[in-house]
């Protein structure tokens, strides 16, 4: 399972950045979706998942602001985030806990990760 990630970039405070993270390569199901955040020297942090039920879930820093979604037809997740703030700067990972066959366990794939500055 490959995860590509996009729509990282600069921004000031107060503005809008929206994320997309398409999953491919061998799917046979897909748990959940989501992104995490690690700003230097910080550890990674959850930010926002959804799940194949579609339960969601969010760190309470972005609650408000954030909102995550998917299209499960294109295997697609993302991340609409407003009111960005400085404190919001990080890299952004995409992940997924997916399985790759009938016979195979779920596992975690993590995507490279997509840089986003809030800055003025």
């Known amino acids: 399972v490959q995860l590509q990630a996009s729509g990282g970039g600069w921004v000031q405070p107060g503005g809008s950045l929206r994320l997309s993270c398409a999953a491919s390569g061998s799917i046979f199901g897909i748990n959940d979706m989501g992104w995490y955040r690690q700003a230097p020297g910080k550890q990674r942090e959850l930010v926002a998942v959804t799940t194949s039920g579609g339960t969601t879930n969010y760190a309470e820093s972005v609650k408000g602001r954030f909102t995550i979604s998917s299209d499960n037809a294109k295997n697609t997740v993302y991340l609409q985030m407003n009111s960005l703030k400085p404190e919001d700067t990080a890299v952004y990972y995409c992940?997924?806990?997916?399985?790759?066959?009938?016979?195979?366990?779920?596992?975690?794939?993590w995507g490279k990760g997509t840089l986003v500055t809030v800055s003025s």
């Open positions: 992940k997924s806990n997916a399985r790759r066959s009938y016979y195979s366990g779920p596992m975690d794939y």
